[in-house]
């Protein structure tokens, strides 16, 4: 049994240390804000996309992004730092952009999303998680342009379970779409796919935990570097003093890399900051049921519960954390074209996030080049998804057990 310290409060952090506890170590988890998922992990969109994870950088992308840049709505929204951290990430994204990279990497995300569906399932069984909106609806990717339909229609091999469908059969599936089903080609269904409240099962995790014999939490608790002993790290510094561990997971998101940095070890994060909307769902409000992404737009919709979150869009703008009121207009434009009748969109409730990102889309994931810090990191967009595969990843290998899936381009020498 080793003491351990979890840096984070997010869905991954906490996944992580109820693994960690579950594996026999005792845990002791910090967040630096007064509550458990207050950042990323707060009001994201709240998909489970087990299938759906290829990533952002992949052949065609800049095209695309000088489209999207000129759309003062557009999905993508740049400006340009003074920091070499930005010009970095940039360029390393840019290298990725190549369609043998993103399908290399879109087949280790596949495997790392279908060994999440099943530890999610563990844990939640575990854990006896309730009330956190699940649901299991399927997802559908509406496409607005005929060719780019096409291409993927003809990527479609049959060996998976997505099903190609055109307008009329998206609308079949999904009555909420007949409103906005004219500005649509076709969409791309996968049963199983799963929605969720990520704040709520954060919550009812921390909840979990606090029960446990082998855990303690503290918030308001800030990590402010790392206590080394031999070259070998023995501890995290805080306000407070320094808390002794045998290990360190670092799971703190974009914090991360800054508390990385002193010990030489440079992470490749870049917040891709989004936006959401939350609105009640009344009577008479005609609310889509299954997950939907409108592609072309980068706009996921998942009901939850009784409400409709909104998320989209991918602003690289550093770390600012502020809500740009012409962002969110333009959130409320899209979705009151798409989905009209769906939600009473006067009462949405806007947020916004930073999501870390690594260039090529994959997470950080094992023992850092610093004995006794293990990383956790970088997951993107998709966190929620991911966090319950690299949790149980995490756990087997600070228990000096093999990793359950390979490895390979999900360190952090690959990243």
Partial sequence: MQQLV???GGVVGLSTAWNLVEAGHRVRLLERQPELAAGASHANGGQLSYRYVSPLADQGVPLKALRWLMDPEGPLHFRPEARWAQWSWLAQFLWRCRGSVNR???ERLLALGAFSQRAFADLALQADLQDIQLRSPGKLVVYRRAEEFRQVQARLNGSGPEQALDRAACVALEPALQDGASQLAGGIFTPGEAVADCQRLCLAL??????HPRFEGQLNTAATGFALNEGRVRGVRTAAGVLEADGVVLAAGLQSRALAAPLGIRL???????????APIAPEHRAPEVSVTDFERKTLYARIGQQLRVAAMVDLVGEDEQIDPRR???LQRHVRELFPQAADYSRARPWT???PATPGGAPILGASPVPGLWLNVGHGALGFTFAFASARILAELVSGRSSPLPLDGLTLQAA
């Fill in 104 to 106: 290399a990497t879109t």
């Fill in 353 to 355: 996030g930073l999501r």
């Fill in 328 to 330: 969110l207009q333009a």
């Fill in 268 to 278: 490749p994060l870049y917040p891709l900051k989004g936006y959401s909307l939350t």
């Fill in 6 to 8: 979890v840096i984070g």
């Fill in 206 to 211: 921390g909840e979990r935990l606090r029960a």
